[in-house]
């Protein structure tokens, strides 16, 4: 299994309030990625990040911000959070650039009420 | 607008016969295609690709099929086996651009 965690696993918060999930590699990548999975809607990039300080966004990311201060790291902050934003979280890192196929964590499951 | 469409929600499917998952796209730039298998309470796994230069890729059970000209692609597992029982995710990318674009995904089951 590749060295990539997500935590929390599992977070309850309500509306209004800024969340931030952590999405932390060992393999050090340099290409790392913040997707969303919804019923209905299947994976949808957030953001992504080629390096350090380096980010960008992706098709849904109203709402969103991430920081990369070292490459192992890539957070995703919501910074008020609503009940839309009630979805499973995945991070995903690749090795190079290319659509060789990523790596992804298990998730995080994020319930705003 | 979707770019990566899997129009099958679900799929069922007898034990040791074949699974066929189909999937559609809409950018004639795509150039990779892959496969990703999800079980629940776990993130995507990669399970096969393919370049837009190649018709076909197989991976003992797995094979999957490209139909440029359809824009078109299919994964075929044979035979089905019980822990093939899970969703899957079609996607593609652009040679210039790595992001992954996903479709909806289907789930699988497999009978006994």
């Known amino acids: 299994d590749a060295g990539i965690t997500q935590s929390p696993r599992h977070k309850v918060t309500e509306t209004g309030t800024p969340v931030t999930l952590r999405c932390h590699q060992t393999?050090?990548?340099?290409?790392m990625y913040w997707y969303r999975q919804d019923p209905g809607h299947g994976l949808r990039l957030i953001h992504y990040?080629?390096?350090?300080?380096?980010?960008d966004k992706g098709e849904v990311s109203d709402g969103y911000s991430v920081s990369r201060s070292k490459t192992e790291d890539f957070l995703l902050t919501l910074e008020s959070a609503t009940s839309s934003q009630t979805s499973v979280y995945f991070c995903?890192?690749?090795?190079?650039?290319?659509?060789?196929?990523?790596?992804f964590g298990s998730g995080t499951r994020l319930t705003v009420v | 607008d979707q770019q990566v469409k899997q129009n099958s929600p679900s799929l069922s499917v007898q034990e040791g016969r074949i699974s066929i998952l189909n999937c559609d796209y809409t950018?004639?730039?795509?150039?990779?295609f892959l496969w990703y298998k999800k079980y629940p309470a776990e993130g995507p796994t990669f399970l096969i690709s393919?370049?837009?230069?190649?018709d076909k890729n197989e991976d003992g059970r797995f094979t999957v099929f490209l139909n440029k000209s359809a824009k078109h692609l299919s994964l075929h597992i044979v035979p089905s086996q019980p822990g093939d029982s899970a969703v899957y995710f079609c996607?593609?990318?652009?040679?210039?651009?790595?992001?992954?674009?996903f479709g909806k995904g289907t789930r699988l089951h497999i009978l006994p």
């Open positions: 995903a890192i690749s090795e190079v650039r290319g659509a060789v196929g990523y790596t």
């Open positions: 393999e050090n990548h340099r290409y």
């Open positions: 990040s080629y390096g350090v300080k380096d980010t």
């Open positions: 950018n004639s730039m795509f150039d990779y």
């Open positions: 393919i370049s837009s230069i190649k």
């Open positions: 996607a593609a990318s652009e040679g210039s651009d790595d992001k992954i674009i």
